[in-house]
C-alpha cells in the first residue's frame, strides 16, 4: 500500500513539473525582446 502512495505522489508531481515546464516554454516562445546573451531570430544584431 505504501509503494502505491509513492508512485501516486510521484506521478502527480511529474504531471505538475510537466504542466509548469509547458508554461515556461510557451512563455519562452511569445517573448519579444532581448534577454542578455539570448536574442530572437526576428530582432536586430
Not at 534577454?35 to 536586430?44: K, N, P, Q, V
Request: with cysteine.
Amino acid at each position: 500500500m505504501e509503494a502505491r502512495r509513492a508512485v501516486v505522489s510521484f506521478t502527480r508531481q511529474l504531471r505538475d513539473m510537466l504542466e509548469l515546464s509547458l508554461v515556461i516554454c510557451r512563455g519562452a516562445v511569445r517573448r519579444t525582446e532581448s534577454r542578455g546573451a539570448h536574442y530572437t531570430m526576428r530582432s536586430e544584431i
